[in-house]
């Protein structure tokens, strides 16, 4: 066991490449990393809290990363709040931030972008053209930048993990992708950092996504296969809530992301679901 000095003692904040090389340098391996955009919540909390816990340096990266917002007014829109953002990263054991700008991410002439074939096109990538380019490209960068052994992501992402696994495995990054389980709030609505742009009847009725989710499974726990069944009994329960617009609902390989007749493997059930102007996704693994 690994003792340690109170962790909001020591947690360090750098901004730029140069000042992160310098910390990490010396810093105990092995290293977790956990990529952000901020605004943190019991999600990222609980993977700052595994990294703090499976390694020897956390590093917490708080960076909005502008190449994977298609709307600007979305990227405008997204909430920020760097002082409460490491408090947190203090409280979970996190021993670095990076918290660096756009500029020190992207410098003047960076012209380069990460794009990843299959799994990046369907449901997010058709829905937010150019997001998953955004995000490998940054991810990529950061993987990079930090070296860490390990990282950390959230299930309830469960496209944008399979486009960052698929990103390392093919550039030969070394950083071993760990994805952990979704975080919820307690009626079973996923954490998320849009959530706070819910009025409180949108928020009373997010909940009807977790419900449909479950009501998949439930079909597939009783025996069922058919994967148009599954769809249809999600589409049955969403309707039940007036305020919840489908964007879409998929039943897919869970590797490929390719959209199922049969199910007979592992299968992710996922949807995007419009309540007002906030979109929300979420899904479920079949296994
Ligand atoms: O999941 C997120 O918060 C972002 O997509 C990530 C992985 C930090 C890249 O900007």
Redesign the pocket.
């Known amino acids: 066991m690994v003792t340690r000095e109170s962790p909001a003692a020591h947690l360090q904040i750098v901004r730029t490449r140069e000042a992160l090389r310098e910390a990490l340098a010396r810093a105990p391996r092995p290293v977790g990393l956990v990529?952000?955009?901020?605004w943190l919540h019991a999600g990222?909390r609980a993977l700052i809290a595994r990294a703090h816990a499976e390694t020897a340096t956390t590093v917490v990266?708080i960076?909005?990363?502008p190449r994977?917002f298609g709307d600007p007014a979305d990227l405008a829109k997204y909430p920020r709040n760097e002082a409460r953002d490491v408090a947190i990263c203090a409280e979970e054991g996190a021993d670095l931030v990076f918290a660096p700008s756009v500029e020190e991410v992207y410098p003047p002439g960076f012209d380069t972008s990460v794009r990843v074939g299959e799994v990046a096109q369907p449901l997010e990538g058709a829905a937010r053209p150019g997001h998953f380019d955004?995000?490998a490209t940054?991810?990529a960068i950061?993987f990079d930048l930090v070296g860490a052994e390990r990282a950390y992501?959230?299930q309830k992402?469960a496209q944008?993990l399979l486009v960052?696994r698929q990103m390392a495995r093919d550039l030969a990054i070394p950083t071993e992708v760990i994805a952990h389980p979704t975080v919820r709030e307690p009626d079973g609505l996923a954490m998320s950092?849009r959530n706070v742009h819910l009025s409180p009847a949108e928020r009373a009725a997010a909940p009807a996504i977790r419900r449909a989710l479950l009501a998949a499974r439930e079909c597939w726990q009783n025996g069922e296969r058919s994967a148009d069944i599954l769809r249809d009994r999600m589409r049955a329960e969403l309707s039940e809530e007036p305020l919840a617009e489908p964007d879409y609902v998929s039943v897919a390989d869970a590797t490929t992301l390719r959209e199922l007749k049969t199910i007979d493997g592992p299968t992710l059930v996922s949807m995007a679901v419009r309540f007002g102007a906030t979109r929300l996704i979420d899904n479920e693994l079949l296994d």
């Open positions: 990529p952000t955009m901020g990222h990266s960076f909005v990363n994977q955004g995000v940054v991810v950061l992501f959230g992402d944008q960052i950092s």
